[in-house]
C-alpha cells in the first residue's frame, strides 16, 4: 500500500510533507499547555479525554501552520535547570529592589549601553539569553546583532566603569547558566572552550 | 486586613492615575506606548487583587487574554513609528535607516 | 483545613498583592521620574513581570481553600508563563525603535557601545555608496563619450 502511493498530486505532496514537519516534542508540549489551561492533572473521567483531544488539536495547529524546526534544539538539564530557575528568580527579586531603589533616589539617572559578546553559537541560547535579560529589571535590550552574536543591553543607572564592567559580567553569568541549564553538548562544549582560552573571562 | 485591601486598591489606582499622566504629557508616542503597557499591567494586577478579594476564578481567562494581547499595542505603535521617523522626531546623524529591517538587512532595504 | 491555617494563608496573599500593588505604583512613579525613554522602560518592566507574579501566587493562594471547576493554579501558571515570554517582544521593539529614530537622550548616556557600533557601519557604508557612484560616473563618462563618437561618425 505504501509504496504504490507516490504523490500524485502537488496535493498530496503537500499533505506529505506538511505531515512530515510534525515535530513529537513541539506536539507534547502543547498537549502540556492544553492540559494545563483545562486543570486535567486532576483525576477526573474526562481527564483522558482532555489528552486526546489536545494532542490532536496540537497536531491540527502544526498541520495547518507549518514552523522550521527548532535547529540545534535543547535539553533541560535536571539539576542545573532548576538552579537556573532559582537564580533567575532570586536575580529579579533583587533587581526589582535595586530599580525601586533607583526611582526614589533624587538626581538624575545615568545610564550605559553595552555590548556583550555571546560565546555560543546557538540562535535559541541568543534568544534566551536576551528574554532573561529583559525580564530582569534594570537591564533592556536595545540591538541584537545576529551575525555578530552580541547583545546591546541598556543597563539603568550603570554610570561608572565598574558598574559597566559588573552589568557586563552579569550578562555573561546569566549565559553561562543558561547554557548550563538548557544547552545541548555541543553548545556546553563550546562555552567550556571558551572558558577555558580566556576569551569569555572579562 | 480590610486596611491592607485598601492600601493595594488605592496604590492600584494611583499606579493608573500617573500611567495616565505620563499617556497625555508623553512627549513622543513611544512614551504614551509605554504608558500603555503599564496601564495594561495595572490593570492586569487590579483584575486578580478583584479575583483574589471576592475569591472568584472566573476573572482568569480575562487575565490570561491580557497576558498574551497586552504587548501587541507597543509592537504595533514602534513598527507605525519605525516606518515614519521624520514626523515624530528629527532623524538622529548615525541612524542610516529607519529602523524597521534588522541590522544585517538594512543595506537591503534602500529600494524600497 | 483548620481556621487558623485559613487565616495565615489569606495573609500571605495579601502580603504578595500588596507587594505586587506596590511595584506597580512605583512603576507608575518611575514612569513620571525618569528623563527619557530607556529609563522609563525599566520601571514599566518591573509590574509587568515580578509585581504580576507575586498577584498570580497571592491569588493562587487565596484560592486555595475554594473549589474551583475549570481553572486553577495551572492556568495562573500558564499566565505568568505567557507574560514572561511575550514582554520582552514588546520591549525590545520599542527600546529599538526608540533607540534607532532618536528618541534618546545622549548626555545621559556614559557609555554606549552601540553608537560606536552604527558609526562604524554608518562608515562602511558610506564608503560602499561612494564607491558606487564613482563606479556609476565612470560608467556614464564612458557612455557619454561613446555617444560622442557615434555623433562624430554621423
Given at each position: 500500500?505504501?509504496?504504490q502511493?507516490?504523490?500524485?498530486?502537488?496535493?498530496?505532496?503537500?499533505?506529505?510533507?506538511r505531515?512530515?514537519?510534525?515535530?513529537?516534542?513541539?506536539?507534547?508540549?502543547?498537549?502540556?499547555?492544553?492540559?494545563?489551561?483545562?486543570?486535567?492533572?486532576?483525576?477526573?473521567?474526562e481527564?483522558?479525554?482532555?489528552?486526546?483531544?489536545?494532542?490532536?488539536?496540537?497536531?491540527?495547529?502544526?498541520?495547518?501552520?507549518?514552523?522550521?524546526?527548532?535547529?540545534?534544539?535543547?535539553?533541560?538539564?535536571?539539576?542545573?535547570?532548576?538552579?537556573?530557575?532559582?537564580?533567575?528568580?532570586w536575580?529579579?527579586?533583587?533587581?526589582?529592589?535595586?530599580?525601586?531603589a533607583?526611582?526614589f533616589?533624587p538626581?538624575?539617572?545615568?545610564?550605559?549601553?553595552?555590548?556583550?559578546?555571546?560565546?555560543?553559537?546557538?540562535?535559541?541560547?541568543?534568544?534566551?539569553?536576551?528574554?532573561?535579560?529583559?525580564?530582569?529589571?534594570?537591564?533592556?535590550?536595545?540591538?541584537?546583532?545576529?551575525?555578530?552574536?552580541?547583545?546591546?543591553?541598556?543597563?539603568?543607572?550603570?554610570?561608572?566603569?565598574?558598574?559597566?564592567?559588573?552589568?557586563?559580567?552579569?550578562?555573561?553569568a546569566?549565559?553561562?547558566?543558561?547554557?548550563?541549564?538548557?544547552?545541548?553538548?555541543?553548545?556546553?562544549?563550546?562555552?567550556?572552550?571558551?572558558?577555558?582560552?580566556?576569551?569569555?573571562?572579562? | 486586613?480590610?486596611?491592607?485591601?485598601?492600601?493595594?486598591?488605592?496604590?492600584?489606582?494611583?499606579?493608573?492615575?500617573?500611567?495616565?499622566?505620563?499617556?497625555?504629557?508623553?512627549?513622543?508616542?513611544?512614551?504614551?506606548?509605554l504608558?500603555?503597557?503599564?496601564?495594561?499591567?495595572?490593570?492586569?494586577?487590579?483584575?486578580?487583587?478583584?479575583?483574589?478579594?471576592?475569591?472568584?476564578?472566573?476573572?482568569?481567562?480575562?487575565?490570561?487574554?491580557?497576558?498574551?494581547?497586552?504587548?501587541t499595542?507597543?509592537?504595533?505603535?514602534?513598527?507605525?513609528?519605525?516606518?515614519?521617523?521624520?514626523?515624530?522626531?528629527?532623524?538622529?546623524?548615525?541612524?542610516?535607516?529607519?529602523?524597521?529591517?534588522?541590522?544585517?538587512?538594512?543595506?537591503?532595504?534602500?529600494?524600497? | 483545613?483548620?481556621?487558623?491555617?485559613?487565616?495565615?494563608?489569606?495573609?500571605?496573599?495579601?502580603?504578595?498583592?500588596?507587594?505586587?500593588?506596590?511595584?506597580?505604583?512605583?512603576?507608575?512613579?518611575?514612569?513620571?521620574?525618569?528623563?527619557?525613554?530607556?529609563?522609563?522602560?525599566?520601571?514599566?518592566?518591573?509590574?509587568?513581570?515580578?509585581?504580576?507574579?507575586?498577584?498570580?501566587?497571592?491569588?493562587?493562594?487565596?484560592?486555595?481553600?475554594?473549589?474551583?471547576?475549570?481553572?486553577?493554579?495551572?492556568?495562573?501558571?500558564?499566565?505568568?508563563?505567557f507574560?514572561?515570554?511575550?514582554?520582552?517582544?514588546?520591549?525590545?521593539?520599542?527600546?529599538?525603535?526608540?533607540?534607532?529614530?532618536?528618541?534618546?537622550?545622549?548626555?545621559?548616556?556614559?557609555?554606549?557601545?552601540?553608537a560606536?557600533?552604527?558609526?562604524?557601519?554608518?562608515?562602511?557604508?558610506?564608503?560602499?555608496?561612494?564607491?558606487?557612484?564613482?563606479?556609476?560616473?565612470?560608467?556614464?563618462?564612458?557612455?557619454?563619450?561613446?555617444?560622442?563618437?557615434?555623433?562624430?561618425?554621423?
Amino acid at each position: 500500500m505504501k509504496k504504490q502511493t507516490p504523490p500524485r498530486s502537488i496535493r498530496a505532496l503537500g499533505l506529505r510533507r506538511r505531515l512530515g514537519k510534525i515535530q513529537l516534542p513541539v506536539a507534547l508540549g502543547m498537549t502540556l499547555v492544553w492540559m494545563m489551561l483545562f486543570d486535567g492533572f486532576r483525576l477526573r473521567p474526562e481527564s483522558l479525554g482532555l489528552l486526546v483531544l489536545g494532542f490532536l488539536v496540537s497536531v491540527a495547529i502544526m498541520l495547518v501552520f507549518p514552523l522550521p524546526p527548532i535547529k540545534p534544539g535543547f535539553r533541560f538539564w535536571p539539576v542545573r535547570g532548576v538552579w537556573m530557575i532559582v537564580y533567575i528568580a532570586w536575580k529579579m527579586f533583587v533587581a526589582s529592589f535595586q530599580v525601586t531603589a533607583q526611582v526614589f533616589t533624587p538626581g538624575t539617572v545615568h545610564s550605559s549601553v553595552i555590548s556583550v559578546k555571546q560565546r555560543t553559537g546557538s540562535d535559541l541560547m541568543l534568544v534566551c539569553t536576551a528574554i532573561v535579560t529583559t525580564v530582569i529589571p534594570g537591564s533592556v535590550i536595545v540591538e541584537v546583532g545576529q551575525t555578530e552574536r552580541e547583545l546591546f543591553v541598556h543597563v539603568l543607572g550603570a554610570d561608572t566603569d565598574e558598574k559597566v564592567r559588573r552589568a557586563e559580567q552579569d550578562v555573561r553569568a546569566l549565559e553561562e547558566l543558561l547554557v548550563r541549564g538548557l544547552g545541548t553538548r555541543a553548545d556546553i562544549a563550546e562555552l567550556e572552550e571558551a572558558l577555558a582560552s580566556g576569551e569569555g573571562r572579562v | 486586613m480590610t486596611v491592607l485591601w485598601i492600601v493595594i486598591a488605592v496604590a492600584l489606582a494611583v499606579a493608573a492615575l500617573l500611567g495616565t499622566a505620563r499617556l497625555f504629557m508623553g512627549p513622543s508616542i513611544l512614551d504614551r506606548a509605554l504608558s500603555v503597557d503599564v496601564l495594561i499591567a495595572s490593570a492586569m494586577t487590579g483584575l486578580g487583587a478583584y479575583a483574589a478579594f471576592h475569591q472568584d476564578p472566573t476573572l482568569m481567562p480575562t487575565l490570561m487574554v491580557l497576558a498574551l494581547l497586552g504587548f501587541t499595542s507597543s509592537v504595533s505603535i514602534s513598527k507605525f513609528v519605525a516606518r515614519r521617523p521624520e514626523e515624530y522626531a528629527p532623524p538622529r546623524g548615525t541612524t542610516d535607516e529607519t529602523g524597521t529591517g534588522s541590522q544585517q538587512n538594512a543595506p537591503g532595504k534602500e529600494g524600497s | 483545613m483548620s481556621e487558623v491555617f485559613v487565616q495565615v494563608l489569606d495573609w500571605i496573599a495579601v502580603l504578595c498583592l500588596l507587594a505586587g500593588a506596590l511595584l506597580t505604583l512605583v512603576a507608575g512613579i518611575g514612569l513620571i521620574r525618569f528623563p527619557d525613554l530607556l529609563s522609563r522602560m525599566h520601571t514599566a518592566a518591573k509590574p509587568q513581570v515580578l509585581g504580576l507574579l507575586l498577584v498570580l501566587v497571592g491569588l493562587a493562594i487565596r484560592l486555595v481553600p475554594v473549589e474551583t471547576n475549570v481553572f486553577n493554579a495551572g492556568t495562573l501558571a500558564l499566565v505568568g508563563l505567557f507574560q514572561i515570554v511575550t514582554i520582552p517582544v514588546g520591549g525590545h521593539i520599542a527600546a529599538r525603535v526608540g533607540y534607532r529614530s532618536g528618541r534618546i537622550q545622549q548626555d545621559l548616556l556614559v557609555h554606549d557601545a552601540l553608537a560606536d557600533r552604527l558609526a562604524e557601519k554608518e562608515r562602511a557604508q558610506e564608503a560602499e555608496r561612494q564607491e558606487e557612484e564613482q563606479a556609476r560616473e565612470r560608467a556614464e563618462h564612458q557612455e557619454g563619450r561613446a555617444q560622442e563618437a557615434e555623433r562624430t561618425e554621423q
